[in-house]
């Protein structure tokens, strides 16, 4: 997250000639760009600006008017997304139907230490609804009878909530790249593996099929290619023998809900950042936040011997006889 700067989002269908028409017009208006990404995936064009509007000629409400006006001339749909619209932020989950992680998050809602408002919760079935109505929240439920998501009433219903982030609490649909590329890195998900192994569903049955001996989970940023966006935390564990996929679950479901959590939270407070498809820390001198595994590891593994010339080279060498 850029505190500093507006954020400027266009999606749509891949058309020639759409940078050049969105960057005039914020060229004519003052506006500065400071950093420019695009891509286009499924025929999606994406476009992500980061710019500066302190000396812009014009108001926040007729930059947005404006922009919405071309967008709808190109075709695109553009958002704006000023510094002062973060200073509350405000999270919306997405769920299936495994609880643990919606009710670890409420948890930390509710206890205060979570640094946002849940906003909205949205499933693709309605099991969780008891649970997002016990902590007064409000719930909506986009799928069919088959769990198919509406994803034109998802981006409505984030639209409307203006999600700060969006947190994929075991959210069993894969995001098309229509959404994922409007919230381009605002959304977490986490996943039962230590990604990069065993990505897609049943991850927890591939490490056992594969006979890991450690297995795990991962919260990441999604992006539009399934379980490969940049890893915030891991948590890991042993495999018992023998052990089933439910076993498995047991043991790997109150980490998921830790690690999405701590991830949500470096996110929120700002003190991870992305650089070439690796998280890291922004200030690493000045955080207790550790994105691998404790400290206490490092200790605990050996640290030698390494490759090189070691001292057991000297040590075997024979000693030189004494001249007669």
């Known amino acids: 997250m850029r505190h500093a700067l507006t954020e400027i ?39 992500t600006m980061h710019v500066d509007t302190a000396d812009m000629v014009t108001t926040e409400e007729k930059l947005r008017e404006d922009l919405t006006e071309l967008g709808e001339e190109l075709g695109v749909d553009t958002q704006v997304r000023f510094p002062a619209d973060r200073e509350t932020q405000s999270i919306a989950v997405l769920v299936t139907k495994e609880s643990h992680c919606l009710e670890a998050l409420f948890e930390s809602w509710a206890n205060g230490d979570l640094g946002a408002d849940i906003e909205v919760v ?28 509406d994803e034109e009433r998802l981006l409505d219903l984030l639209a409307e909530y203006d999600a700060d ?13 229509d959404v994922v590329f409007r919230y381009e890195s605002r959304i977490i998900n986490v996943h039962p593996s230590l990604l990069p192994s065993f990505p897609g569903a049943s991850a927890y049955m591939q490490a056992i099929e594969e006979g890991v001996r450690i297995a795990g989970v991962t919260a990441h940023y999604v992006t539009t ?96 006889e004494a001249d007669d």
């Open 9 to 47: 989002t266009v999606v749509g269908e891949d058309e020639t000639g759409l940078i050049a028409e969105v960057t005039s017009l914020l060229f004519e208006r003052g506006i500065n760009i400071e950093d420019l990404d695009q891509a286009v995936r499924e025929g999606v064009f994406r476009m």
């Open 122 to 149: 949205i499933g693709n079935h309605d099991d969780l609804e008891p649970l997002a109505q016990k902590y007064d929240v409000p719930f909506h439920d986009i799928g069919d009878e088959k769990g198919t998501p």
């Open 225 to 320: 290619d399934l379980d490969q966006g940049p890893i915030i935390t891991q948590r890991a564990f042993n495999v018992p023998d023998d052990a089933t996929e439910e076993e498995l679950q047991t043991l790997g479901q109150p980490l998921e809900a830790e690690a999405l959590i701590e991830a949500i939270k470096l996110h929120l407070s700002d003190e991870v950042t992305v650089h070439r498809g690796r998280t890291k820390l922004r200030d690493p001198d000045n955080t207790d936040a550790q994105l691998g595994a404790p400290e206490e590891l490092d200790h605990e593994n050996p640290d030698r011997p390494i490759d090189g010339l070691g001292e057991f080279v000297a040590d075997d060498e024979p000693e030189a």
């Open 165 to 177: 982030l969006i947190a994929l609490a075991r959210y069993m649909r894969i995001l098309s790249p």
